[in-house]
């Protein structure tokens, strides 16, 4: 869910998204949000609680330990960088359901 989008010249673009599983971001929606992320070519992290990595990998992702109700930050920068935060913002929103077939 979208609580807030911040955006300055030649700085990342910023999301504000919310863990809606109970069980949080666990395996399945962590290697869901990689595979998304890694459709685009913009630089795209994922922080919370000081911590931030790289969301285009799992294993990064896990390593949040984001339980649910986390509220987390994307943040992409690049040429498709807002493309890439509606497309993931959809992805928390919709509890990692594919939308597409995918």
Do not use: Y
């Amino acid at each position: 869910m979208t609580m807030h989008e911040e955006h300055r010249e030649n700085s990342p673009m910023v999301r504000h998204v919310c863990v809606l599983d109970d069980m949080g971001l666990h395996a399945r929606p962590a290697a869901r949000l990689a595979k998304e992320a890694q459709r685009f070519q913009s630089d795209i992290r994922l922080a919370a609680g000081g911590q931030e990595v790289d969301a285009k990998s799992i294993l990064d992702i896990l390593t949040l330990s984001a339980a649910g109700g986390s509220a987390l930050e994307l943040r992409a920068h690049g040429s498709d960088a807002p493309q890439a935060l509606d497309h993931l913002e959809s992805l928390f929103r919709n509890h990692f359901e594919a939308q597409d077939g995918g």
